[in-house]
């Protein structure tokens, strides 16, 4: 839950332009770890996942080379 994080500051993609929508956020923890938390905008009480940077830096590299293009 996110109550037991450090701060996060939260970022929706600019993708997502309709508020009401379902989408994600994700941001950087404020306790200098480099670790991401990534949680569900409209349900921002529910549970949050937490990378290591090495983690997320793989998920955005093949997000880039596009291995999640369904």
């Known amino acids: 839950m996110t ?6 500051g939260w ?5 997502s332009a309709d508020t009401s929508a379902s989408c994600v956020e994700a ?6 770890s480099g670790r991401v938390a990534v949680r ?4 921002p009480d529910a549970a949050t996942i937490v990378y290591t940077r090495d983690e997320w830096d793989a998920f955005v ?7 999640f293009d369904f």
């Open 11 to 15: 970022h929706i993609s600019t993708y």
């Open 61 to 67: 590299a093949g997000v880039k080379d596009g291995e």
């Open 40 to 43: 569900h905008s409209r349900r």
């Open 27 to 32: 941001g950087p923890l404020a306790d200098g």
């Open 3 to 8: 109550e037991n994080l450090p701060t996060v």
